[in-house]
């Protein structure tokens, strides 16, 4: 057997083997106890009017966004790339519906406009995912990939939204995170890829953690800055990274650059 079947077997047994334990993972999740939404976490630390905004600098940080997947909209719109093009697109697509749907939520934070926010982020996840599996085994069904994954991921919204349960939100929300962080360590990549990989999974941990201590943050700041504007920021860093990640990938096969 030559070594190119070689690895095209070896591919395949791997990513069988990553779908079945993905898939394994929300089976289990569907026998789990139900997760509600936390009464409190709509009680941000900083509520300060601003600009005539409720929760002014949670509500205009959302801008950052914006920026972001704007950023990552205009590297594809000159980019040559070929593979997971429309994953990435969906993903900063998602980003910028993430500023208007995340400002709309904050303005008044309840569950009903929560939903708002989270239906853009579950996009916004899924097609990372995505890229993610077309850049470790291949372009192969992206489109058919990418529409399951997004379609799992606002049913998530949706079955949190009726039944008061995050259970399946927070599985659309892990797993992205959990399958970089394998590939990063079980695979080889690109050294350039890696890097910003990284790089992006080191600014969603500070969104996270930033966002836990959002009062704390806020009250060590002397009221300058909440943790939870601070998520804003870290969370659309990514998105940010992944924008310089695809355009250094560019410059890089660009032989007029090389």
């Given at each position: 057997m030559g070594a190119k079947t070689l690895d095209v077997?070896?591919?395949?047994?791997d990513r069988l083997l990553f779908f079945a334990i993905a898939t394994l993972a929300?089976?289990?999740?569907?026998?789990m106890d139900a997760i509600p939404q936390n009464k409190l976490y709509h009680d941000f630390a900083n509520q300060k009017n601003f600009f005539g905004l409720n929760n002014g600098a949670d509500v205009i940080s959302n801008l950052a966004f914006f920026l972001a997947g704007l950023s990552g909209c205009?590297?594809?719109?000159?980019?040559?790339l070929t593979y997971a093009k429309s994953?990435?697109?969906?993903?900063?697509?998602?980003?910028?519906?993430?500023?208007f749907g995340s400002a709309y939520y904050h303005i008044s934070p309840?569950?009903?406009?929560?939903?708002?926010?989270?239906?853009?982020?579950?996009?916004?996840?899924?097609?990372?995912?995505?890229?993610?599996?077309?850049?470790?085994?291949?372009?192969?069904?992206?489109?058919?990939?990418?529409?399951?994954?997004?379609?799992?991921?606002?049913l998530s919204v949706v079955y949190w939204a009726i039944f008061d349960d995050l259970k399946y939100y927070y599985y659309v929300q892990g797993i992205p995170i959990i399958?970089?962080?394998?590939?990063?360590?079980?695979?080889?990549?690109q050294r350039l890829i890696k890097r910003y990989l990284w790089l992006a999974i080191v600014l969603y941990l500070l969104a996270k953690v930033t966002e836990y201590f959002d009062l704390e943050i806020f009250q060590l700041t002397y009221g300058a800055i909440s943790g939870h504007?601070?998520?804003?920021?870290?969370?659309a860093g990514a998105p940010l990274?992944?924008?310089?990640?695809?355009?250094?990938?560019?410059?890089?096969?660009?032989p007029q650059t090389g």
């Open positions: 077997s070896i591919m395949k047994n929300l089976v289990a999740i569907a026998f205009l590297v594809l719109a000159s980019s040559r994953s990435w697109l969906t993903f900063f697509i998602g980003t910028i519906l993430v500023s309840n569950n009903d406009t929560l939903v708002w926010d989270r239906l853009p982020m579950t996009v916004s996840f899924m097609g990372f995912f995505s890229a993610l599996i077309v850049i470790h085994f291949g372009h192969k069904r992206e489109t058919l990939f990418l529409f399951i994954a997004t379609a799992l991921g606002l399958s970089t962080i394998v590939f990063l360590t079980a695979y080889k990549s504007t601070l998520k804003h920021f870290f969370a990274v992944m924008a310089m990640m695809l355009y250094q990938l560019e410059q890089a096969s660009d």
